[in-house]
């Protein structure tokens, strides 16, 4: 009895994960596990979790079975291509700049528990490395047709001078009610260039908790666009260090939430250095009893002067019952900097859908064309066609369904 | 007068907002190839009228009847309005940042098409019209392509209606206050729009607080809204009577009689 009260939603979780079959030193697992044991699932009182809770993680049955086989969408045509099935890696073809076979994992580095549970239950790590300036492209695939937990461990290197393009492709079959833990970490070296591209269109039963851990050296190019576009509860989590001067960082989001659907965007930019340039937009739209979290967070240390760092977050509500909580923070602590962050909630401009009706476009149609023009703001910023297309088709399938 | 050619025909109409009643009876008959113009003082209610052609919702209909071609119009939403070819210039048109010009158009015309059971345009067919009918209103075509009336000047914005007009084509115009913010160019080049646009099979309604913008748009009938009503009908000549003595001997008159 005793034990059953002193076990934690962690605890729980894990009795019903099966624990990983990539190699892991013993110092790398005791680390992870020690991690674990000492904590329980964020609450209410944990500032980064106060609007979001995980607790229905344990409610999912994970129990294999499968939901409608689907075809997967494939974003680019002429990407490298990695396809995860449920968690495993389909493809092992020997593509060069793709490891996905491993002697060690490297140790944790972060002190975030889900961090933590991804090592210790990862269902298959990958390396993703850009060497020259040629801008590869490579897309994975991550189709989820099965209620399973999956933990993919993605390592992106952007080696000095290179440029790279990765898309990562969620996807889920309609009813999918999986636990996708996801931890990410990104070097981007010297006059690197990379972008990131992570469109999450899961089940709708799907809890998807992602972390990325991004560290750029001077003269760096970072940009990361992030689509969440469908599933019961997505947490996002993106830090990105700026190390090095001359640095700059792009951050893109746009999501579509109805139903119950819960989405929480947290950011972190943390300029140590001087004259670097960070610009943030996140938009989105919120239907029926929907939630949208945006917590965006902007440090400017204390010698990071001639620093230009931008936020907006907005926010249009579609329906009467959807909730936003959003929250831009800045934090400055040089004297010779241009900042701004800002964050809006409203609703589609009455006057206008009036105007188009009055053109002859159905009510549904002319909202339709407003929040297009909405979070076309948030598209004009991608400039891989083939995922700005892919998006934006999604986006009207969002509104046709 | 032949029965078939009336377009629309208020009857007897009575509208409030927020409990205050604007329209107190207002009756008018405009057939197919006429021009009327509607004048009057301000809060006579020359917008009401148009806002409740046109659809708006704020508006509480407490008696009267509108007869479109045939249709009540009062039942039918503001998009099957503009099916059935009733086109409202706004007073103040609405900027609709990130919405181009041309892709609203475009949705606009298919949405009337297919409300009509008609094949969709095609592209070369619709950017052949955007052609020919900018040049009507003097609209730069880059106009066309940027977002819906964003940034444009007021002259700018009161053309793009008159050129939306123009594409969308319809059967009855009403002209709410066309003539305001205007420069005498604009204001020209707006008249010649309507005027080139004017046929037999089509008619509009000029709302206008000044005689100015008649002297380009020659009406065939003037009358003029007084609190709530249509209380006199004229020729043009009655818009240069206004023009000289203002609304002043109306109201007389009206509360005399």
């Keep these: 009895m005793e034990d059953v009260l002193t076990q934690t939603k962690f605890d729980l979780l894990r009795t019903r994960l099966k624990g990983t079959e990539l190699p892991l030193s013993e110092a790398a697992k005791q680390k992870a596990q020690s991690l674990l044991q000492h904590s329980d699932f964020p609450t209410r009182k944990n500032e980064a979790w106060k609007y979001t809770n995980v607790n229905g993680l344990n409610k999912l049955l994970l129990d294999g079975s499968s939901s409608n086989a689907s075809q997967p969408n494939i974003i680019s045509n002429g990407a490298e291509r990695l396809h995860i099935l449920n968690g495993c890696i389909s493809n092992q073809a020997d593509v060069p700049g793709i490891k996905t076979s491993w002697s060690s994992l490297p140790e944790l580095s972060t002190e975030e528990p889900f961090d933590a549970l991804n090592m210790l239950y990862c269902t298959g790590a990958i390396e993703l490395t850009f060497d020259d300036e040629k801008n590869k492209i490579i897309e994975l695939v991550f189709e989820n047709n099965c209620n399973t937990a999956i933990s993919p461990r993605i390592f992106i290197n952007c080696k000095k001078g290179a440029t790279g393009t990765v898309i990562l492709n969620f996807q889920g079959s309609e009813k999918n009610a999986s636990f996708i833990n996801v931890s990410t970490y990104i070097d981007v070296e010297e006059n690197a260039n990379l972008s990131i591209h992570k469109i999450q269109k899961n089940g709708t039963e799907t809890f998807d908790l992602q972390r990325e851990y991004v560290n750029q050296a001077a003269n760096s190019r970072f940009t990361i666009n992030t689509f969440p576009l469908s599933g019961k509860m997505t947490r996002n989590d993106l830090v990105i260090n700026v190390n090095g001067n001359n640095c700059e960082t792009f951050m893109n989001g746009a999501y579509t939430l109805k139903g119950k659907s819960h989405c929480d965007n947290h950011t972190t930019v943390d300029h140590k250095v001087a004259h670097c340039y960070s610009k943030e937009l996140y938009k989105g739209v919120i239907d029926d009893r929907a939630t949208n979290v945006f917590n965006g967070k902007v440090f400017v240390r204390k010698d990071a002067q001639k620093i230009n760092a931008f936020q907006s977050n907005a926010n249009i509500l579609l329906s009467e019952t959807g909730t936003v909580n959003s929250k831009p923070e800045l934090e400055i602590y040089a004297d010779d900097v241009k900042c701004s962050h800002g964050s809006t909630t409203g609703q589609l401009d009455e006057e206008a859908i009036f105007y188009l009706r009055s053109r002859g476009l159905t009510e549904k149609s002319a909202k339709e064309l407003l929040v297009k023009a909405f979070l076309g703001e948030v598209l004009e910023e991608v400039d891989n066609r083939e995922v700005r297309y892919y998006v934006e088709k999604e986006i009207e399938l969002h509104f046709s369904a | ?257």
């Excluded at chain 2, 020919?132 to 009161?158: M, P």
């Design chain 2, 1 to 257: 007068m032949d029965k078939s050619k009336d377009m629309i025909e208020i009857k007897n109409l009575h509208a409030n907002i927020e409990g205050k009643e604007i329209l107190k009876g207002l009756t008018l008959t405009v057939n197919a190839g006429e021009v009327h113009a509607i004048m009057g003082p301000n809060g006579a209610g020359k917008s009401t009228l148009a806002s409740i052609l046109a659809g708006r919702e704020e508006y509480e209909i407490t008696a009267g009847e509108v007869s479109f071609e045939g249709a009540d119009l009062l039942e039918l939403s503001t998009e099957e309005r503009a099916h059935l070819g009733l086109f409202l210039a706004f007073q103040y048109p609405v900027e609709i940042p990130g919405v181009s010009n041309v892709n609203f158009l475009r949705t606009a015309i298919n949405e009337i098409r297919e409300a009509k059971k008609e094949k969709p345009i095609s592209a070369k067919e619709f950017m052949a019209m955007v052609r020919e009918k900018s040049k009507i209103v003097e609209l730069d075509s880059s106009l066309a392509s940027r977002s819906v009336n964003e940034g444009f000047s007021g002259g700018e914005k009161k053309r793009n209606e008159i050129f939306q007009m123009a594409m969308l084509n319809p059967k009855l115009a009403v002209l709410d206050e066309t003539d305001s913010g205007l420069d005498i160019d604009a204001l020209r080049i707006v008249a010649k729009g309507v005027n080139t646009l004017k046929s037999a099979e089509n008619a509009s309604i000029v709302i206008t607080h000044y005689q100015r913008l008649l002297d380009y748009i020659v009406p065939d009938f003037v009358h003029v809204l007084y609190d709530g009503r249509i209380v006199k009908t004229g020729s043009k000549e009655l818009a240069l009577e206004l023009e000289e003595k203002g609304y002043d001997w109306i109201k007389e008159e009206t509360q005399v009689g």
